[in-house]
């Protein structure tokens, strides 16, 4: 999913997309002092994994998906399972007002803010989740804060990268009435946090990647292994994935047909940048990770009729939200996905910090919403 670098790139938020597309300066060996957009400056962790040992029933899962062609592919998970999976989660939702210790912590800001949102009555939000390598793991905790805590209902998400991933994961598990213990969003993560991704890419039909790229291959495989004919229709109602395509440009993709055209969108949005491109079919251009939050713009009001507030949730690279680490000490921008708990606990945390979750008017000149589409920098199209 969430192709990262260990080398760290200066923040240009002005790059031009086309300098994107002929020089890759967050490829392995650029150094610290390229130019590159918010998502091309993700770290690129390596994953600390076991030898591929699919069991018989993982082999039989990959069987079925490969012989699948652009339709829906029903999760092979019980009943039990399910709820096994979901009695391995602590209760993060256990009282529904925010904790008097966590409160005690804030700043005055802070509290009022948080205090404010838990009076207003239940309303309707759009929210951009951008590129966030690995801290893409926090997002969860913004969806059970807004979703549970507050009463927020989440019409539609613009996400790329670990926000892509994030936001596809949590409709997912919404669909499944799952999402209060993020059952199929802990289970991927977890899942990934255990796998060797080596061979994936010359392995995993339908994963047509240059140069070469496991880790999206086994994003890509994984996407199209949790996405069910039950969840499809909620991810294709408000899911909008953000990527640079080499012929298309900065591209917003949503809409989708088939299970496959969501699986090649998501994989591509994740891949990093780094020098590699994902082959979407549906557009039949190549497509790599990039954020069209990078150059300042949101939603246009052609795709937020109802003029919906908009939320930000600012956990890019180099930013407070995404410096945070595991209990142990790890990076969670790197490999948030080690702790996927903890992490979706801090994220809860930070609903209430106003510099991380940008509420509307609140950093109003950032980031651009309801604007006329022809004057924005992405291409929106339904595919």
């Not at 096994?84 to 989660?89: F, V």
Request: proline share 3%; glycine share 10%.
């Amino acid at each position: 999913m969430l192709a990262l670098v260990h080398q760290a790139c200066g923040e240009d938020l002005g790059v031009s997309v086309a300098t994107l597309a002929e020089e890759d300066t967050c490829a392995p060996g650029a150094g610290s002092s390229g130019d590159c957009s918010l998502d091309l400056r993700q770290l690129r962790g390596e994953q600390l994994a076991a030898d591929l040992d699919e069991s018989a029933d993982g082999s039989r899962d990959r069987e079925l998906l490969d012989a699948a062609a652009e339709g829906e592919v029903a999760e092979e998970v019980t009943q039990d399972e399910e709820e096994d999976a979901g009695a391995e989660a602590p209760d993060q939702e256990a009282g529904e007002g925010p904790d008097v210790a966590v409160l005690s912590e804030m700043s005055a800001s802070e509290r009022a803010a948080l205090l404010s949102d838990a009076a207003e009555s239940a309303g309707r939000i759009d929210m951009i989740w951008p590129g966030s390598g690995y801290a893409g793991v926090l997002d969860g905790g913004i969806w059970q804060a807004a979703k549970f805590d507050h009463g927020y209902t989440i019409d539609a998400i613009i996400g790329s990268s670990g926000g892509a991933a994030s936001a596809f994961l949590c409709l997912v598990d919404e669909a499944h009435g799952t999402d209060r213990s993020l059952t199929t969003y802990k289970r991927v993560y977890n899942d990934y946090k255990q796998a060797s991704v080596i061979g994936w890419a010359s392995s995993t039909t339908g994963c047509n990647t240059n140069p070469g790229d496991d880790d999206a291959c086994w994003w890509y495989y994984n996407y199209k292994k949790v996405l069910d004919s039950s969840a499809f229709a909620n991810v294709r109602s408000k899911l909008k994935v953000s990527m640079y395509c080499k012929n298309t440009g900065l591209t917003v993709l949503y809409n989708f047909k088939s299970t496959e055209q969501v699986a090649q969108a998501l994989a591509a949005a994740g891949n990093g940048a780094v020098g590699k491109y994902f082959k979407v079919d549906s557009i039949n251009d190549w497509c790599q990770d990039y954020d069209t939050s990078a150059q300042g713009y949101g939603f246009p009001s052609k795709f937020n009729p109802q003029k919906l507030p908009v939320w930000y949730y600012n956990n890019g690279p180099f930013t407070g939200a995404s410096s945070v680490t595991c209990a142990d000490g790890t990076s969670i921008l790197s490999a948030g996905y080690t702790c996927v708990d903890y992490a979706i606990g801090l994220g809860k945390q930070q609903w209430a910090n106003t510099n991380y979750l940008w509420r509307p008017g609140s950093h109003s000149s950032s980031i651009s919403n309801d604007f006329s589409y022809s004057t924005g920098p992405a291409t929106w199209m339904e595919r």
